[in-house]
């Protein structure tokens, strides 16, 4: 089956007001950067997006935050977004921090068809308690925090109830993907593309180069076509940004 869409835009054209979107991306690092342009052109608005972490100011989920159109994020860490900052303590975003192990775990659950599991991580926390704030006031009192979440002790240990995460659409980006939408990803993109692929009830992949069927390796293949709906086309850039870059001049 011929999964590839003509454009990004076209690829991109149901997605409603209030979807829920798993974007890939680790950092600046394989981010579905022309999606999330074609989204930034579209009319959707209010969308509920999981995400590593929402970009910078100025590339990234950052240009969907700076325009409004973001109501909500899951993400492991708030990073080099100044906006994202300001929006959610003056109340204008609701914001999830999830431990980024388990953001990806969440992820990798909705894909395989598992509901929930239990895991250590935030236990003896507000993260088991409840009382963590997702969505702030502009006076900075809490409008609203997370629930309790359900403890059980296993071998002895306390473990916490995680909800795996299945959103409406996923958006990715990979270095070389063929018609049939099985994808391969290059370096730190693999941390979370595949995962956010899985997790997507349609799943739309930006390729920077686009295959023939029976072209690629099987056993480099890092996502299958079973988990990839529509495939777009795109430039690669080139000039791929970081999010920080540190230099030194002279010594060792």
Known sequence: MDKTVTSAARALADVPSGASLAVGGFGLCGVPA???????????????????????????????LSAGRIARMTSSYVGENKEFARRYLTGELEVELVAQGTLAERLRAGGSGIPAFYTPAGTGTLLA??????????????????????????????????????????????AVGDRHGNLIFHAAARNFNPLCAMAGRITVAEVERLAEPGELDPGRVDLPGIFVQRVVAVRDPGDKRIERRATRAGGR
Do not use: H, K, M, Q
């Open 34 to 64: 022309e999606l999330i342009d074609a989204l930034l052109a579209g009319p959707a608005t209010d969308l509920r997006v999981v995400s590593n972490n929402c970009g910078v100011d100025d590339a990234g989920l950052g240009r969907l």
């Open 129 to 174: 308690d409840g009382g963590l704030p997702w969505r702030y006031r502009g006076d900075g009192s809490v409008a609203l925090a997370s629930p309790p979440r359900e403890v059980r002790e296993f071998g002895g240990r306390p473990y916490l109830l995680e909800e795996a995460i299945v959103c409406d659409f996923a958006l990715v980006r990979a």
